[in-house]
């Protein structure tokens, strides 16, 4: 698992279960993960951890906190 934030633990990404589906993507409301070719990227500043991206994911790679 890769923990994604400087200061504060924001979000997980299990890069062996996520596959790249963009649903991560399109649930979150801050735009703060993108799709950028074939990889998911998070830009951390823009995170409000409301949990949503978890909940779509189909894979369960992503882990939020509320």
Known sequence: MT??????????????????????????????????GMNLEFIPERCRPCGQAAIVCPTGALTCPR
């Open 3 to 36: 923990d994604i934030g400087k200061e504060k633990k924001i979000i997980d990404i299990d890069r062996r279960l996520c596959i790249v589906c963009g649903a991560c993507s399109a649930a979150c409301p801050n735009e703060a993960l993108i799709i950028e």
